[in-house]
């Protein structure tokens, strides 16, 4: 009876293993990256670094990297590579420099609101990997609509830059507010003061009162929202905001 | 083997009792099954993961607490939504789970609606009632729609959503991009709400055309629009030479003159260097046309076209009828009607025709046409659907030129064509098509666009948008847009400000551009004979802000039409003008103003009113309001500057009647005293 239930338990085995096999999953094979014609030993930021994007979405400005040589020469047709976590999109994803040793990439990035550590990276003449990383930034829903109020409301004396379409009035306030990047500073204030800060103006934790009370401007969520995209933005980041997403 | 195998099968099912075990306990054993692979099941697995995760964290007790196990499901019958998807997700409605990034346990980011009033596939789609990821997440055989990326999410606000969100500028950038490139023009977009989306461009009558402009320019430009101006709304259709050569021969032999289209002026173009742009410069065309820069930059508005290479485009004595009344060639332009004087025409029209490109027409020779050229052309002009766009004596505008968008958003997979290597999703699809529309067939009539990545995105945003859920919802949950009204003011001085194409830059009653101050209010916060004098010389009213307001030269006559039309009717129904005086009131109260200006609400940091010492460089100057606004204006605004103007960066301060009556006291004493005693100096 053992030998032939073992030759039953055999069958049931295969009607098992059929039964509970699943969908393959097809990975699809990408193109190989072309071949490097030089090699560098440093690798820059040229620009696009610390930007910041809803998520899913494009950065406003392409990332352009540079590979230099030993006298910080750019090196023509060194092989670029892009890396970041799943989710982060990069169009291209490699490239070989040009003439002045640039790669540029468009990036997407991820669906999840924080910060995002990018990874470009090239091989020096020994075959070892050169690295520079990136961060940038993602906004989340909330955020987004505090980058918006923070625009129409708060970034004409919070920021110190001016363009085209806006002259800061960062210099004409004898007491300078705070740019919202200045995470040393804004980190250490709690969200139930800023909240108190912004629903009702400066002298409400002795500060200057050029910072107007905006309490009756703008509503609870408003303030909420503003205060999640301060966080988002500041430099050194805030723990609040959420974890770094990096390729390990 | 096939001996081998029949010997098994007889041991087995040889003798009929034994035959009977086996199969009982096949049986028993497939019975078995059905529970243990519900015990293996991937939610089971990420409970557990969830679990394990909370027990070290010190919100444990109250997170162990709030979960339930089994199968979670959020049901909406009225809306069709089942959704598992909470099985796994399991954290997505604790707040304490913030700092959490892995997935499925990570909170759902804050946003304005409640989860178990809408579920998840609303806004993500996937499919809401599987309970495995691969089912959930990926379009299976049984099932089309794939979880929704998340650079296209906006395009769920849109279901419902019918007008701009704040929080939705993609969204909002992909319609207006719908409605101003012209889509709309071919395609049939019929909103959900019953309405047909409008275009919101202007495409210029080609009737005409031989009177404004050459062959040859129009050969170019058909080959290449944006060699022109990189700038143009109008798609490159890729078009042969020899289509290009006949179709221009077509929209000359076709158009017919206009009287008063094309003067030669007695004036004489002034060959002065600097009297051309200062005219320019005075006349603020700036405000509204763009120049491409040394640097490659477009620099001005963008209400009317680019005109970098005007010169290569336009006959001067077309341009000169066009500067001294556009409203004579089109009737409906945006371009306002500036009272010029001959010889101020004549610089302009210099000035203008100088802005030449040699290249551009540099290899454009073109033999006088055959008539069978001009027929072919006037073939391609039908079949290429230009008549969508412009107006052509004697070609009718096709009708469902391009296929309809209305509900592109739903568009069955199976519909579709893919590109060898293009994954097989609608929206790849459709921002693909968008790309690069001739890859699909080299046979499709649509053109290239020349959209940025960006672009792309919101547009394909606002095409998802448009699917079968939008239209079946329940109506209590869409939320309409507000459209413009077809507001037009009456009288005399309505046909003054349609002729001054006031509506081209500012907004009255929910009509018009918003470059400048909308003036629905108009005549109850300004005086009358500041208005007058802004007329003849419009200034800025804040320090930081370009002045883009031009100078119409107009008679006074016409300034006190404008002035009385805006005073009288343009008033809030809430403000008494005459209720508060503009003098006269006692010092102490002015004092008062003063103290509370400079002291409880720091005015100086946003406004001027001292130049000496203040520098807010944010609000209008208040040097001059006094002689500018009314007493009771000033004073409402410090109540409630929302109510008179939405969305205005003046905070409400919720000040007390007190503290507005000695704030518009002493505002209203300020009557650019400075200038006055300066000049008596």
């Excluded at chain 1, 003449?125 to 989340?140: C, D, F, Q, T, V």
Aim: charged share 20%; hydrophobic share 35%; glycine share 8%.
């Amino acid at each position: 009876m053992i030998r032939y239930s073992s030759g039953a338990l055999t069958l049931v085995m295969v009607i098992l293993a059929m039964t509970l096999a699943t969908s393959c999953s097809h990975k699809s094979e990408s193109a190989a990256p072309p071949r490097a014609t030089a090699f560098g030993v440093a690798i820059v930021e040229s620009s696009g670094g610390k930007q910041i994007a809803q998520t899913g979405s494009l950065l406003p400005q392409p990332v352009v990297v540079q590979v230099n040589d030993e006298s910080g020469n750019a090196v023509a047709g060194a092989l670029v590579e892009f890396a970041a976590v799943p989710g982060v999109a990069f169009d291209p994803h490699w490239g070989l420099t040009d003439s002045s040793g640039q790669v540029t990439t468009n990036v997407s990035l991820g669906g999840m609101a924080g910060r995002y550590q990018i990874t470009a990276s090239t091989l020096d003449r020994s075959h070892k990997k050169i690295e520079l990383k990136l961060e940038e930034i993602a906004l989340g829903y909330q955020q987004m609509l505090g980058r918006l109020l923070n625009e129409q409301y708060c970034d004409r004396c919070h920021n110190p830059e001016s363009t085209v379409e806006r002259v800061s009035n960062y210099d004409n306030l004898e007491v300078k507010p705070h740019p919202f990047t200045e995470g040393d500073t804004l980190n250490k204030i709690s969200d139930a003061d800023l909240t108190a800060i912004i629903t009702y103006g400066g002298p409400a934790l002795n500060k200057s009162s050029l910072m107007p009370a905006w309490g009756n401007t703008l509503s609870k969520s408003d303030i909420q929202a503003l205060i999640s995209f301060i966080r988002a933005v500041s430099d050194p980041p805030s723990r609040s905001a959420g974890p770094i997403y990096a390729k390990d | 083997m096939n001996e081998k195998s029949t010997s098994l099968w007889h041991k087995l099912f040889g003798d009929p009792i034994r035959a009977f075990g086996v199969a009982s306990l096949i049986f028993l054993i497939s019975l078995a099954i059905a529970p243990a692979k519900n015990f293996f099941s991937e939610w089971r697995h990420y409970q557990h993961g969830y679990l394990r995760m909370i027990r070290n964290r010190s919100d444990a007790n109250t997170l162990q607490r709030r979960f339930q196990g089994g199968i979670q499901q959020i049901w909406l019958p009225e809306l069709g939504v089942v959704d598992r998807c909470t099985s796994c997700h399991v954290g997505l409605k604790e707040a304490s789970l913030a700092d959490v990034s892995e997935q499925p346990f990570r909170k759902h980011p804050p946003i304005p609606h409640n989860l178990d009033q809408f579920g998840c596939t609303i806004c993500h789609r996937g499919q809401g009632a599987a309970t495995t990821v691969a089912e959930a997440h990926n379009s299976t055989l049984a099932w089309e729609q794939p979880i929704l990326p998340a650079k296209y999410i906006e395009s769920s606000c849109g279901q419902c959503h019918r007008g701009p969100l704040p929080g939705t500028p993609q969204l909002n950038q992909g319609r207006n991009l719908l409605a101003r490139e012209g889509c709309v023009h071919c395609h049939t977009i019929k909103l959900p709400d019953g309405s047909t989306m409008k275009p919101a461009d202007d495409p210029p009558s080609l009737s005409h055309i031989a009177d404004k402009t050459t062959r040859e320019w129009i050969y170019a430009w058909l080959k290449d629009p944006q060699a022109y101006a990189t700038t143009a709304t109008m798609p490159n259709f890729k078009l042969s030479d020899d289509d290009a050569r006949d179709m221009s021969a077509f929209l000359i032999a076709n158009s017919t003159p206009v009287t008063g289209d094309t003067v030669t002026l007695s004036a004489k173009p002034s060959s002065d260097p600097a009297t051309g742009p200062s005219l320019y410069g005075e006349s603020f065309c700036a405000s509204c046309h763009a120049v491409q820069n040394a640097a490659g930059n477009i620099v001005g508005g963008d209400v009317g076209p680019e005109i970098t290479r005007i010169g290569s485009k336009l006959k001067p004595e077309w341009l000169q009828a066009w500067l001294r009344n556009p409203r004579n060639y089109d009737p409906g332009t945006g371009m306002p009607h500036y009272r010029f004087d001959d010889p101020q025409v004549a610089t302009l029209a210099g000035f203008l025709e100088a802005k030449t490109d040699s290249d551009l027409l540099a290899n454009v020779h073109l033999e006088p046409p055959t008539p069978e050229q001009i027929a072919h052309g006037k073939r391609l002009v039908s079949d290429y659907g230009c008549a969508s766009c412009h107006e052509i004596a004697g070609i009718k505008k096709p009708e469902n030129f391009a296929p309809e968008l209305s509900r592109i958003g739903s568009k069955p997979i199976t519909q579709l064509i893919f590109l060898p290597g293009m994954s097989h999703t609608l929206p790849d699809y459709i921002a693909g098509k968008i790309r690069q529309p001739r890859a699909f067939s080299p046979g499709l009539k649509m053109p290239q666009y020349n959209f940025t990545p960006g672009q792309i995105d919101a547009l394909t945003t606002a095409l998802l948008a448009l699917n079968e859920r939008s239209v079946t919802l329940p109506p209590s949950l869409a939320v309409p847009a507000t459209p413009d009204t077809d507001y037009q003011p009456a009288g005399k001085a309505g046909k003054l400000m349609t002729d001054l194409a006031c509506f081209s830059c500012h907004r009255i009653n929910g009509h018009g551009g918003d470059m400048a101050p909308d003036l629905t209010w108009e005549g109850s916060s300004v005086q009358r004979e500041w208005l007058v004098q802004f007329f003849k010389n419009p200034g800025t009213l804040r320090p930081a802000l370009i002045r883009r307001m031009p100078r119409f030269n107009l008679t006074d006559g016409e300034v006190n039409e404008l002035t009385d039309y805006i005073m009288t009717v343009y008033q809030n129904p809430a403000i008494d003008r005459d209720s508060m005086p503009l003098s006269g009131y006692p010092q102490g109260q002015v004092e008062l103003g003063k103290q509370l200006f400079y002291g409880k609400y720091s005015c100086q940091g946003c406004h001027i009113v001292d130049t000496k010492v203040d520098k807010g460089y944010i609000g209008p100057t208040l040097t001059h309001v006094g002689s500018r606004s009314t007493a009771a204006w000033i004073y409402q605004w410090m109540k409630n500057p929302q109510a008179l103007r939405p969305g205005t960066i003046e905070p409400n301060r919720a000040m007390s009647d007190e503290d507005a009556r000695a704030l518009t006291a002493f505002l209203i004493s300020q009557k650019g005293g400075d200038k006055r005693e300066a000049a008596k100096k």
